[in-house]
T-cell receptor, first 115, second 111 residues
Framework: DGGITQSPKYLFRKEGQNVTLSCEQN?????MYWYRQDPGQGLRLIYYSQIVNDFQKGDIAEGYSVSREKKESFPLTVTSAQKNPTAFYLCASSKVGQGYNQPQHFGDGTRLSIL | KNEVEQSPQNLTAQEGEFITINCSYS?????LHWLQQHPGGGIVSLFM???GKKKHGRLIATINIQEKHSSLHITASHPRDSAVYICAVRWVETSGSRLTFGEGTQLTVNP
């Protein structure tokens, strides 16, 4: 079955550490996205990529970095510059076409906490 | 600032009731999505629509482009429908495929 796999499900980070969240998809989708979800707020876009080797900042990119070396993979690094990293992180992917109006498929998320 | 507003924030219903969740947005869109987030956090796409109405099982989504408003209806609600329902839009002026999300509606259906 095709889908999106995020790992790990739970992640703990010490202050000052960088951590990388994994996102892999086997849907053959060109576009991939990273969102952050905080209690009582809507999903906010961190970074997105519509093609391999290219990505754009979303609304809250500061303190995060990404890479898109392969179509299937879009890892997110939460750097020590991100002052409030505790949140639920969701990865998504979609086809690109029909004027960009395509449904997004989501992973199950990674919950990041600071020790 | 372009905004997406959902109402109500929280909704409790008895099994079998007809449920309506509303979504309003501020400017023109090219598509509106309804999503369902389960208690564990995973999100499933329910509908994507740009006009009219779509139906899937007990779920119905409608959109009124002139009024900038969409509704998600659940007929004969069941406890397994308990989840957070999220509205998201792609603005007409957006380049690319990025979406803006509402804060979600927490639905609880009691047996």
């Amino acid at each position: 079955d095709g889908g999106i796999t995020q790992s790990p499900k739970y992640l703990f980070r010490k202050e000052g550490q960088n951590v990388t969240l994994s996102c892999e998809q086997n849907l053959n989708h060109d576009a991939m996205y990273w969102y952050r979800q905080d209690p009582g707020q809507g999903l906010r876009l961190i970074y997105y990529s519509q093609i391999v080797n290219d990505f754009q900042k979303g609304d809250i990119a500061e303190g995060y970095s990404v890479s898109r070396e392969k179509k299937e993979s879009f890892p997110l690094t939460v750097t020590s510059a991100q002052k409030n990293p505790t949140a639920f992180y969701l990865c998504a992917s979609s086809k690109v076409g029909q004027g960009y109006n395509q449904p997004q498929h989501f992973g199950d998320g990674t919950r990041l906490s600071i020790l | 600032k372009n905004e997406v507003e959902q109402s109500p924030q929280n909704l409790t219903a008895q099994e079998g009731e007809f449920i309506t969740i509303n979504c309003s947005y501020s400017v023109g869109i090219s598509a509106l999505h309804w999503l369902q987030q389960h208690p564990g956090g995973g999100i499933v796409s329910l509908f994507m629509l740009s006009s009219g109405k779509k139906k899937h099982g007990r779920l119905i989504a409608t959109i009124n482009i002139q009024e900038k408003h969409s509704s998600l209806h659940i007929t004969a609600s069941h406890p397994r429908d308990s989840a957070v329902y999220i509205c998201a839009v792609r603005w007409v002026e957006t380049s690319g495929s990025r979406l803006t999300f509402g804060e979600g509606t927490q639905l609880t259906v009691n047996p």
